[in-house]
Structure formats: C-alpha cells, structure tokens
C-alpha cells in the first residue's frame, strides 16, 4: 500500500471528470465525492475513448486512465483500476478481472470462470484491490501531475453467488466478519469498509485537506 506523500498536491478545483466507462463504479465514486461537492462528470458522459491498459499493476492501469481523461478533457481526472485477487489461482485474475468477464462484461460469466479454476483447491480466500488516480491536466509542455493510491478488502469466495447488489465479483465475495457477501450487502454499508473506500480515505486525507 502506498504510503501519503506530505507533499501530495491539493485539490482546488470543483469539477473533475471519472475516467471510467463502469456504470457500477461511477455511480460508487460519483456517491463518495458528492458529499465534497464536486461536480462529476464520467468519460462516458464525454465520449472520451478508452485507452489501451497495458500496465502491469493496479496503479500503472488506473494512471493511465486518468492521464488519458485529463488530457482529452483539459480537466482534472480520477481514475480506478480494480479487481480480484484469489489466492489459490496465484493472484488471478487480478488486473485481467473485466477481461475475464468477456467483451460483453459478463461477470456471472466470470464468476462461473473463477469457481471453475478453483476445483480441487481449498484454499477459497482473496481480496480486492482498488487503485486510484488523481490527474492534473499539464500546462504548455508541462507533464501530468498524478497522485494514486491502493486499497485492499479481505474475504473469501462463496458459491453459488449470492445477492443482486453491487457489481462485477460481489455476489461472490464475503468479506471478513461478515455472513453475506457484498452482493447481499446494503451498498452504504460496503461504501463504509470496501477497497474502494480504503484508496479513497487515503486519497481524501492526502488531497483534499483543509486549508
């Protein structure tokens, strides 16, 4: 996990756009940033094109994003790159976990190919992982200044999946101490303890102090 810079740059702005094309995760970012009163505006809404994610972790995908977003929008741009991590599989699918959903974004497709690769194994536990990218547009031959962070949410995987709530792996996730998975859970309840919301809090407290 990224440790807070002291000198991470603050957030002086009140319009950003979500570099992201995931209905379920602008609805999740657009309800965490209103509260901050930003004017939220996703890729999809501008018809920004999505760039190729040929990083090899969370934070490189997500800084690609929000590179790409802030320098066809001229605005700044918060993009997240996230997925599962399943032990037993070696970390997969990881950064491939919307490709494993297929072009259509099938995730009972890719839920069904998870169980499938964990026949025969025990070992049930994962995690998600979120990344987050905030980026400032550059002047005149100036480079893009980012500032991204990661969160993780521990659990287990459950079949059959279970719950209508959420998107993409929650309705076969249950995450630690709890009995229900994040597909059953109320969403204001997963925004509270999510990796999502583990990237935000560190995204918050590092650019968007309080003068």
Not at 1 to 23: G, I, Q, R, Y
Not at 123 to 140: I, K, T
Request: aromatic fraction near 8%; proline fraction near 6%; glycine fraction near 10%.
């Amino acid at each position: 996990m990224k440790e807070l810079k002291n000198m991470a740059k603050t957030f002086t702005e009140n319009k950003l756009v979500l570099a992201s094309h995931n209905p379920g995760k602008v609805r999740e970012i657009d309800e965490m940033l209103r509260p901050l009163g930003i004017e939220v505006i996703s890729a999809g809404d501008l018809g920004l094109d999505e760039p190729v994610e040929d990083g090899l972790t969370f934070i490189a995908n997500a800084e690609i994003k929000a590179r790409a977003a802030a320098t066809a929008s001229g605005l700044p741009a918060l993009a997240d790159d996230s997925g599962l991590a399943v032990q037993a599989l070696g970390g997969d699918p990881g950064i491939y976990s919307a490709r494993w959903a297929g072009p259509e974004k099938d995730f009972a497709l890719a839920m069904g190919k998870v169980e499938e690769a964990l026949t025969g194994k025990d070992d049930r536990r994962a995690y998600f992982v979120c990344a987050l990218s905030l980026c400032w547009p550059g002047g005149e031959g100036e480079d893009l200044h980012c500032e991204s962070f990661e969160g993780r949410f521990e659990g287990a995987l459950v079949w059959p999946p279970r719950g209508d709530n959420g998107f993409g792996y929650d309705p076969m996730f249950k995450p630690d101490g709890y009995d229900i998975t994040c597909g059953e859970m109320d969403p204001a309840e997963k925004h509270k303890i999510s990796h999502r919301a583990r990237a935000f809090e560190q995204l918050l407290a590092a650019c968007f102090r309080k003068a």
